[in-house]
């Protein structure tokens, strides 16, 4: 499997991602981390819905989702185990007959995606046993995977895990589903509200660093989605046999100052070229998103040939299309501070 952002971690292949997920559940140190899907009986289908999360953002090919989740092999758009009341996960197909829209994200990482039912002859039938078994979902807050087609090699499909949602309503012509946060432990059908922004983690889930290592890559995934997966600085978006390669989330409070992973407003996606330059203090945007870059010398002289110095005292070309996406002025002015500083 392929990582779609440049996060630092030993592997994230599917087969060992499971295992960090099992692990952050549980008692460490003095925080208890509570997981809504410890109250899944079904042992099967709660390593399946582990899998699905920690793989949330990555792209799989068809081939190795057909060994890893139950009911691939098939073609159903929702898949519902035999002797299960619940669906495990919906998927969205690029030449699917229904009319399914972009999810619609939020400053926590959580997101709104609508749903098209199955239907039969052509119309929706809600005795279905599929669209039941979502009917389910929202009767007992059990959440599904959701996953997402997306063009690969000639003869070859892949797809991305939106990672996990639950199903919150039904509209009458969509199922509405609501993503986790990065904060998978949080309520994640409270609505639409847009929560006060709060720069700093508490030091004492730093110390968790497994769980901090999750949370990070839930942040660059969330980050990635509200950017449109294209660089904020050169806008440039690379994929490659439908990953998204080259592109990193930075943390505009750092980790090492505390710096929220817990909230897009405290991000910002870039290129590698210019994450690098943004952790040397090179540049940072202001409290308008205007690019300020540095005045020193030698910098300047080498950065001739580099976009950075075109966009200096412009507002940041690539930027979320929501308002409550972009990054938080709280967070700015710190680093304007550190920049300063430097």
Request: with cysteine; proline share 6%.
């Amino acid at each position: 499997m392929h990582r779609t952002l440049g996060y630092r971690l030993p592997t994230n292949h599917p087969r060992f991602a499971i295992n960090i997920a099992r692990m952050v559940g549980g008692l460490w140190g003095h925080v208890r981390v509570v997981d809504p899907l410890e109250n899944i009986k079904d042992q099967n289908m709660r390593r399946q819905l582990l899998l699905i999360r920690s793989n949330t953002g990555s792209v799989i090919e068809s081939r190795e989702l057909r060994d890893l989740l139950m009911g691939f092999r098939g073609q159903k758009g929702i898949y519902k185990p035999s002797r299960s009341s619940h669906a495990l996960w919906v998927r969205e197909t690029l030449r699917g007959p229904y009319p399914d829209r972009e999810p619609e994200v939020f400053p926590d990482g959580s997101w709104i995606y609508h749903y098209t039912p199955e239907g039969r002859k052509g119309k929706t039938d809600m005795d279905l046993d599929t669209n039941r078994s979502l009917l389910m979902c929202i009767e007992d807050r059990v959440p599904v995977g959701v996953l997402r087609q997306r063009i690969a090699k000639p003869g070859e499909s892949s797809y991305e895990v939106l990672g996990l949602a639950y199903v919150t309503g039904f509209d009458g012509t969509h199922f509405i589903l609501k993503g986790e946060p990065i904060k998978w432990d949080e309520d994640p059908v409270a609505g639409r509200t847009v929560p006060a922004f709060q720069p700093f983690e508490q030091e004492s889930l730093l110390r968790l660093e497994t769980l901090r290592t999750q949370r990070d890559m839930r942040f660059g995934v969330a980050v990635r989605r509200a950017y449109n997966e294209k660089c904020s600085m050169c806008e440039v978006g690379y994929r490659v046999h439908g990953r998204i390669v080259g592109l990193e989330a930075a943390h505009i409070i750092p980790i090492e100052n505390r710096g929220t992973s817990l909230d897009v407003r405290n991000g910002i996606l870039l290129c590698r070229n210019h994450h690098i330059l943004f952790d040397e203090y090179a540049w940072v945007p202001d409290e308008d998103l205007r690019v300020l870059v540095t005045a020193d010398d030698e910098f300047r002289a080498s950065a001739a040939a580099n976009c950075i110095l075109e966009c200096e005292g412009r507002r940041l070309p690539n930027l979320p299309p929501k308002m409550d996406l972009l990054p938080a002025v709280e967070a700015l002015r710190y680093r304007l501070d550190k920049f300063r500083d430097a």
